[in-house]
């Protein structure tokens, strides 16, 4: 007999994996070896758009997760899938025959993943063999457990966040809602000579996924040295972010982790400054977390905890409604919990429809479209902030929010093109692209979410780049045309100056444009 823990795609994790733990406390209990298991589904990795850079960060963290795993005699078969309507009778099969007694898993909360998981919980009980556990792992606070008086999901933050931050503290009797979960018991070493599960550690994690190409060289150079593998490094970027001082820049394919960090006091700290230097963009003032937040290489509840042990008194936690860097960052994970908990109560978001369903008729532009989105995509709109951002998009895998929030923005009221196609270009380049804080920040864009940024308060690029890039040097490293700009000129060149340097003047009139998205807003449907 065996017990089975199912890895998904957002827990790429031992520490504090709680689908893990229960698993590993079963088979210690039944004394049954624990094995685990990685289905790849590239048929679901093309219909959620996922990114080539975030397929080879799965495949880089599963290889360091099986030799965690092979540590404590426990083996990683990771196999690979298609058609992603067989995964659940292939994972039935798998399971006789190993002889399982037990799955466990985190729960996914998008409609296909919970739709594959119902589908494996309806066969196991047909068979009535194997008792499968769906554990809620991926926030802080489980969706369905903050909910309005009349018992329906928050669909605004500030209200959210009041009740989500008592939930931090456990009542009365009631478990610790951050509490670590217990890092998995060794297997026996015998397990290995098994001839069941013996054979499941030869069996390396693949090299590629079906219909998703290698990185080519440079890439995968740039790409790993930004985004290095494996909860170690998760937690040095962690420790880095909460003890280390904010290097003035810090732009590029760098690697994050390369200087020694120097300790300081709470308040130089990057997350001591957060408050007020988090929307810099010229400087390296967020932590970075989120391409190991996004793919559960580090629990959230990991970051909670380790940013709550700051406080100089230990009895007295630090309280994450201050407006202080730290209060300020928990928020920022609550976010993170807000935007799981609409996707998982309002399943419409996530099959591509707007949270405010009148606003599913606003005309869009079709004329000047693909010139203009691929403009954005290649960061060729002639508005230097957008183009910036673009460009580390494509560079790094990655964007600091307020450039994502300008960019969208730009996109979506000054291009009037259509949301989803922003959307979905973000899950195809960036490396921690999530369903439901991707989802929830163009939607909060495009003002057709919840909570969203008002239709008619649309940003102005050029003041908004003023205020995240003052020294320009954000705007200078990712675009190589405007390097020998200096002072204001940087953030809107003049048609001479662009046309000399040989960047391009700006796709629309920001004014005129603005103008056509508030009429285009005000009547949906109409031009
Ligand atoms: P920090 O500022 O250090 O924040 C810590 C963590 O809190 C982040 O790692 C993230 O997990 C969470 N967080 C912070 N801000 C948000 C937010 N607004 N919404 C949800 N979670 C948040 N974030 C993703 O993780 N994946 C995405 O695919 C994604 N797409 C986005 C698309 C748009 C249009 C916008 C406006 C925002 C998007 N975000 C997304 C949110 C945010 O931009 C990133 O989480 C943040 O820039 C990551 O950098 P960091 O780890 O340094 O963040």
Redesign the pocket.
């Known amino acids: 007999d065996s017990v089975v823990y199912w890895m998904r795609m957002e827990d790429l994790r031992v520490h504090d994996n709680r689908a893990l733990a229960r698993a590993s406390a079963q088979a210690k209990k039944d004394n049954i070896p624990l094995i685990t298991l990685f289905v790849l589904s590239p048929q679901d990795y093309i219909a959620h758009d996922r990114s080539s850079r975030r397929i080879d960060f799965t495949l880089r963290n599963l290889r360091s997760i099986q030799s965690s795993l092979a540590k404590l005699h426990i083996p990683l078969y990771t196999t690979s899938l298609s058609p992603r309507t067989a995964i659940p009778s292939y994972v039935l099969s798998l399971l006789r025959e190993w002889n399982a007694t037990r799955l466990f898993a985190n729960t996914e909360y998008e409609v296909d993943e919970l739709r594959r998981d119902i589908k494996v919980c309806e066969l196991a009980q047909k068979e009535g063999v194997v008792a499968c556990s769906f554990i809620h792992d991926k926030c802080v606070i489980p969706p369905g457990d903050i909910l309005t008086k009349a018992e329906k999901g928050y669909t605004v933050y500030s209200p959210f966040l009041r009740s989500w931050i008592p939930h931090l503290t456990p009542g009365d009797g009631k478990e610790d809602p951050l509490a670590c979960a217990p890092p998995p018991a060794e297997n026996p070493a015998s397990v290995r000579e098994h001839p069941l599960y013996g054979k499941l550690f030869d069996t390396p994690v693949p090299d590629k996924v079906e219909g998703f190409a290698f990185l080519d060289k440079d890439e995968e150079e740039r790409i790993r040295t930004c985004w290095p593998a494996g909860e170690e490094a998760a937690q040095q970027m962690l420790d880095r972010?909460l003890h280390t001082m904010a290097r003035s820049s810090q732009m590029g394919a760098v690697d994050p982790l390369a200087e020694d960090p120097t300790r300081n006091s709470t308040k130089d700290t990057r997350v001591g400054k957060?408050k007020d230097a988090?929307d810099r963009v010229d400087a390296d003032?967020?932590?970075?977390?989120?391409?190991?937040?996004?793919a559960g290489v580090i629990s959230?509840r990991e970051?909670i905890r380790a940013t709550m042990e700051l406080s100089t008194n230990k009895k007295q936690k630090i309280d994450a409604s201050r407006d202080t860097g730290v209060g300020r960052?928990v928020q920022?994970?609550a976010?993170?919990d807000?935007?799981t908990h609409i996707v998982a109560l309002f399943p419409r978001v996530s099959m591509g429809r707007p949270f405010i369903e009148k606003l599913a008729d606003i005309k869009w532009e079709s004329e000047s479209s693909e010139d203009h989105l691929q403009a954005w995509k290649d960061g060729r709109t002639g508005v230097p902030i957008v183009d910036a951002g673009m460009r580390q998009a494509r560079a790094m895998g990655?964007?600091?929010?307020?450039v994502?929030?300008t960019?969208?923005m730009y996109l979506v009221k000054d291009l009037m093109i259509d949301w989803r196609q922003?959307?979905k270009y973000?899950?195809e380049t960036?490396i921690?692209?999530?369903?439901?804080?991707?989802?929830?920040?163009?939607q909060?864009?495009a003002s057709t979410g919840v909570d969203p940024a008002p239709y008619f308060r649309i940003f102005n690029p050029y003041i908004q780049s003023k205020k995240a890039d003052p020294s320009g040097e954000y705007i200078r490293y990712f675009v190589p045309e405007l390097r020998e700009v200096l002072g204001d000129e940087i953030h809107q060149p003049s048609p001479a100056l662009a046309d000399r340097l040989g960047y391009p003047r700006p796709l629309v009139d920001h004014f005129e444009a603005r103008e056509r998205a508030i009429r285009r807003y005000k009547n949906p449907g109409q031009e």
């Open positions: 972010f957060y988090r003032t967020t932590s970075r977390l989120s391409p190991y937040l996004a959230a970051c960052w920022e994970i976010w993170r807000f935007y990655w964007m600091h929010n307020r994502r929030m960019a969208a922003g959307e973000f899950m960036l921690d692209g999530d369903l439901a804080s991707n989802n929830g920040g163009w909060w864009s």
